[in-house]
């Protein structure tokens, strides 16, 4: 009797608590805030008792609380065998950016002054005098949102994105008048580094990136949506670096230097997106670590030289493979202006430790050995604005 008694109490209970419903279709889904969420309909739309339908399904609203009017319909025939698609399958991010960077190698001394006798007081140039400036370059992001029955579905959205910077280039010079030499033996040994009128450097720098990425959406309530995200990410970064001097009566000699790094590796992050009436705000954060495939070659040339001593120094190529860590931010500001296009303007910040920058590797000795290794202790810090459009569909 008392399993009876308990039995009639619970089904008491969930008879006040559930109601039923003859579905006459699908499952109906509107996107809110890039989540999919199904749709409340109002009483009036329930079928009627006449009406043809799969069975009907008991549906619990709320769990306790007043069944409002809303009427949330799902036929049993149908629940199990159909996948509703979301209604924006398609987004594609296009920005322009302009960014700056921090970060020149460690720093060291490119030309001294032969007139000056005064340890440390005689550097009249040196790798801290070279600054890059603010470049731009583009980046794009294509979204796919995959049907949640195929073997996709665990991912809310795919994303795939390239950004590209090409044109850092910075340059600096000390002037004078045959009283200028590179450190080290390598400017005794060089015709045109020693008693020289004028020493040159130049860098550039060119950075690469490319990036797939799973992401995993929720939304805290009605106006904020998270996405957790895990992908590959691939970045290139290349340098050249040359010194040069010049001696006005006799030539120039050049000390020329090319690093690459290519960094492999998995990264993850995640996304917050505040919607605010017709603005949004979105802030994003991703992290890794990665394997470098980093690279040095560089050449020393004098002229006018004795045409077997054209080449002081040439190291056709040393590489090596070390850790690198990377962390990025960025905080963008999105306008809609209409159901399909938005605008978008934010800032970045992207840091790369673990590199072997093109500076890192002179070396001014003068041995079989000189040039042939390979620093890979570099830090740099990009950050800039950036601004484009969204478009979905």
């Known amino acids: 009797m008392c399993c009876i008694t308990r039995y009639l109490l619970v089904s008491a209970a969930c008879f006040c608590l559930t109601f039923t419903v003859r579905a006459n279709g699908p499952w109906d889904h509107t996107q809110m805030n890039g989540a999919y969420a199904p749709t409340f309909r109002p009483?009036?739309?329930?079928?009627?008792?006449?009406?043809?339908?799969?069975?009907?399904?008991?549906?619990?609203?709320?769990?306790?609380?007043?069944?409002?009017?809303?009427?949330?319909?799902?036929?049993?025939?149908?629940k199990d065998d159909y996948c509703p698609p979301p209604r924006s399958r398609w987004s594609v991010q296009a920005d322009v950016l302009f960014w700056d960077r921090i970060g020149n190698a460690c720093d060291q001394v490119l030309a001294i002054d032969l007139n000056s006798t005064v340890p440390g007081a005689n550097t009249v140039l040196s790798t801290n005098d070279l600054d890059f400036s603010m470049e731009p370059g583009w980046r794009i992001l294509v979204g796919f949102r995959p049907d949640p029955c195929s073997a996709l579905g665990c991912c809310s959205a795919l994303e795939f994105s390239y950004?590209?910077?090409?044109?850092?280039?910075?340059?600096?010079?000390?002037?004078?008048?045959?009283?200028?030499?590179?450190?080290?033996?390598?400017?005794?040994?060089?015709?045109?580094?020693?008693?020289?009128?004028?020493?040159?450097?130049?860098?550039?720098?060119?950075?690469?990136?490319?990036?797939?990425?799973?992401?995993?959406?929720?939304?805290?309530?009605?106006?904020?949506?998270?996405?957790f995200l895990l992908g590959f990410r691939f970045l290139a970064l290349n340098e050249d670096f040359s010194l040069i001097g010049t001696d006005a009566l006799e030539g120039?000699?050049?000390?020329?230097i090319s690093t690459s790094n290519y960094l492999y590796g998995l990264q993850m992050g995640g996304r917050m997106t505040r919607q605010m009436q017709q603005w949004s705000l979105q802030f994003t954060g991703k992290a890794g670590v990665f394997l470098n495939d980093?690279?040095?070659?560089?050449?020393?040339?004098?002229?006018?030289?004795?045409?077997?001593?054209?080449?002081?120094r040439n190291v056709p190529g040393v590489s090596d493979t070390s850790a690198a860590m990377l962390g990025e931010v960025d905080l963008t500001l999105?306008?809609?202006?209409?159901?399909?296009?938005?605008?978008?303007?934010?800032?970045?910040?992207?840091?790369?430790?673990?590199?072997?920058?093109?500076?890192?590797?002179?070396?001014?000795?003068?041995?079989p050995v000189s040039g042939t290794n390979l620093a890979t202790n570099g830090f740099v810090l990009f950050h800039g604005a950036h601004a484009g459009l969204e478009a979905v569909w």
């Open 294 to 312: 980093a690279g040095q070659s560089q050449i020393v040339t004098d002229f006018p030289p004795n045409p077997n001593d054209l080449i002081a």
């Open 43 to 78: 009483q009036a739309e329930r079928p009627t008792n006449g009406s043809s339908g799969g069975k009907s399904l008991l549906v619990n609203i709320r769990g306790g609380e007043p069944l409002g009017p809303e009427v949330f319909e799902v036929s049993v025939s149908e």
């Open 334 to 367: 999105v306008r809609r202006i209409t159901n399909a296009w938005s605008l978008r303007l934010g800032y970045s910040v992207l840091g790369l430790g673990g590199l072997a920058l093109a500076p890192d590797q002179l070396d001014f000795t003068l041995t």
């Open 163 to 227: 950004f590209g910077v090409y044109d850092w280039e910075d340059s600096a010079a000390a002037v004078g008048d045959q009283n200028l030499a590179i450190p080290g033996a390598l400017g005794l040994a060089a015709n045109n580094f020693l008693l020289a009128d004028e020493i040159r450097a130049i860098y550039r720098s060119r950075l690469n990136n490319v990036e797939a990425n799973c992401i995993k959406s929720c939304c805290i309530d009605p106006c904020t949506q998270v996405d």
């Open 252 to 256: 120039t000699s050049s000390y020329d």
